[in-house]
């Protein structure tokens, strides 16, 4: 089994609809993330949590919210899901510093999202 | 913050030959320095990193890495490709100060042909 597990992985769905992303991982980590990668731009960051009271706006956090619900769980919303939104999302999670704020993550296998 | 550069978004090659893919990185006191390659339909698993000591990294899959502090680089490097290599390269970067995350290239991708 993956230690990072991202549902669901393919998803279609149309302009205004709420939508969210689920991620849950095994690898004990404290940090979890959401990035979004589109062809030609690289992986952009959209929210990331410490731990379950601390939670960060990224790069592109606009039309989305996340909710950590426990230490292994981070999920990723869009409110009222647009067009421009299709893309590949990926979920991350990475140790706490202790000191190493070394940022090595561990990805999800992403979950493709299409808003026609 | 830390950025990072790849100039090349597609580097075609031969199998067999070698190959470099180049990332530069914004100057800081002190970096962390990720190579990793995303092959189609997966995501991302980490080739290489950087974090201390010894300039030259070597990661799976015979791939290596120089970090070189005066050029602000950290090339990839291997010196013989195979069809399997195909994929999607992207150098990363964090620091003491922006420690919350990696900042991305914008990835480089790799095509061999035979």
């Known amino acids: 089994d993956a230690d990072v597990t991202q549902t669901p992985r393919n998803r279609i769905t149309k302009t205004g609809k709420r939508i969210m992303l689920e991620c849950s991982q095994t690898k004990g980590h404290d940090r979890m993330y959401w990035y979004r990668q589109d062809p030609g731009l690289g992986l952009r960051l959209i929210y990331y949590?410490?731990?379950?009271?601390?939670?960060n706006k990224g790069e592109i956090s606009d039309g989305y919210s996340v909710s950590r619900q426990a230490q292994a769980k981070f999920s990723l919303s869009l409110e009222s899901a647009i067009p421009n939104q299709t893309a590949l999302y990926f979920c991350?999670?990475?140790?706490?510093?202790?000191?190493?704020?070394?940022?090595?993550?561990?990805f999800g296998e992403g979950s493709r999202l299409t808003v026609l | 913050a830390q950025s990072v550069t790849q100039l090349d978004s597609q580097v075609p090659v031969f199998e067999e030959a070698p190959v470099e893919l180049w990332c530069n990185y914004s100057?800081?006191?002190?970096?962390?320095l990720f190579w990793y390659v995303q092959y189609p339909n997966q995501g991302l698993q980490l080739l290489l990193k950087y974090l201390s000591g010894s300039t030259l990294v070597k990661g799976i899959n015979g791939f290596e890495a120089e970090f070189n502090k005066s050029q602000t680089s950290f090339h990839l490097r291997k010196p013989s490709v195979h069809i399997s290599d195909t994929a999607e390269y992207f150098c990363?970067?964090?620091?003491?100060?922006?420690?919350?995350?990696?900042?991305f290239g914008k990835g480089t991708s790799l095509l061999v042909t035979p």
């Open positions: 100057s800081s006191v002190s970096v962390y």
């Open positions: 990363a970067v964090s620091d003491d100060d922006s420690g919350y995350a990696l900042n």
């Open positions: 949590s410490f731990d379950v009271k601390d939670i």
């Open positions: 991350a999670t990475s140790r706490g510093s202790s000191g190493s704020g070394t940022g090595e993550l561990f």
